[in-house]
């Protein structure tokens, strides 16, 4: 993070958490719990390790950080901003047909378990499959690799097949309140819709990889074409993994602190993507295409432990007939006039 950019977001948040002198004591200055904080999110130290470096209790901290987390999202919010009309939507989705070729799009969808210690008097309510507790972190991501909504909270023990239905997107798009473009405004007159992979049900605005065992040519170039297009939530988390340590650890606060480190660093991701791209993000760092030839060429981060557990697939029991001809459209339209020259290789 530059200079400029930590004055950015110190401007933003002061008014939130700036605290007055009293005859006790002297307030910790601003620039201090900020620092601090974003100290704690970068590498993941814990709140005992930090209070040696930084002359603040760990008591203090516990304070401190949760706040300073909470005031980052309010104040930061606008860089994280949920698309409200048909013509937002639409904006997401040219730059998914221009950077990776997959038309009619407004984000790819996925989900990761962060780590956390077992929560007081929780039994096992938060123990995922995978053996340790986590909270659930699900994202929207458009084709720039930043986050468009994300929701965090839910318990790691919850169905992995079930956890998209209960999030507030996942309400929206059943319920039809998203204010989706209509088929007439859209490439080729086909559904709006957001890309995922196996662990997410089918929908008639969400598609995901046609099984293995049902393959044919056609559908191995839909689910190379849609593969592709979806890593970009899998840089996201990547990149935002790797930069912000704390997801190295199991976060070891109280739930509603969590949620706020978790929202916080989604929202600076975004925030250091826009202004800090260079060294936050360097074109190394993510995957890139190449542009001859339409070959992904992997990032940096990929080299790296990321230590965020994806959604286990599970099976896709009953879909229905709407969900499933959307489907089908596009593979269609993919190897037919949406056709490109590189799509061959899947085969």
């Excluded at 974003?38 to 760990?58: E, H, I, K, M, P």
């Excluded at 049900?201 to 297009?229: D, M, V, W």
């Excluded at 990321?306 to 969900?323: C, E, I, K, V, Y």
């Amino acid at each position: 993070m530059s200079e400029e950019s930590f004055k950015i977001i110190l401007s933003a948040v002061t008014p939130l958490i700036q605290r007055r002198d009293t005859p006790m004591r002297e307030a910790v200055p601003v620039d201090e719990r900020l620092a601090v904080t974003l100290r704690f999110l970068a590498t993941g130290r814990s709140l005992q390790d930090l209070q040696f470096s930084t002359a603040v209790s760990r008591p203090f901290l516990s304070v401190v950080i949760p706040e300073t987390c909470e005031a980052i999202v309010q104040s930061l919010r606008h860089y994280m901003e949920f698309p409200k009309t048909a013509d937002d939507w639409k904006r997401i989705a040219s730059d998914f047909d221009e950077l990776w070729q997959f038309p009619n799009c407004g984000g790819a969808l996925d989900g990761k378990h962060v780590r956390i210690t077992q929560p007081a008097n929780s039994g096992s309510f938060f123990f995922n499959y995978k053996g340790y507790f986590s909270v659930i972190l699900m994202a929207l991501v458009n084709a720039n690799y930043e986050f468009v909504d994300v929701d965090v909270g839910m318990n790691g023990r919850v169905s992995d097949g079930g956890v998209f239905e209960h999030t507030s997107f996942g309400e929206s798009l059943r319920n039809n309140q998203l204010q989706l473009p209509l088929n007439e405004d859209t490439k080729a007159n086909l559904n709006f819709v957001f890309i995922a992979d196996e662990a997410f049900p089918l929908h008639p605005h969400l598609i995901k990889p046609f099984a293995q065992r049902t393959l044919t040519p056609e559908r191995r170039i839909f689910n190379y074409r849609l593969s592709r297009a979806r890593r970009v939530v899998e840089n996201a988390f990547g990149i935002m993994a790797n930069r912000f340590r704390v997801f190295h650890t199991a976060i070891n606060l109280k739930l509603p602190s969590i949620d706020f480190v978790v929202l916080a660093c989604c929202v600076l991701h975004n925030f250091l993507r826009r202004h800090d791209t260079s060294s936050y993000s360097p074109p190394s760092f993510i995957d890139a295409v190449d542009a001859r030839t339409g070959d992904i060429v992997p990032g940096e981060w990929r080299t790296q432990p990321d230590n965020l557990t994806a959604l286990q697939a599970l099976g896709s029991g009953r879909q229905a007939d709407d969900a499933r001809d959307c489907r089908e459209k596009y593979c269609q339209y993919f190897n037919g006039s949406g056709a490109v020259p590189w799509q061959d290789r899947a085969v």
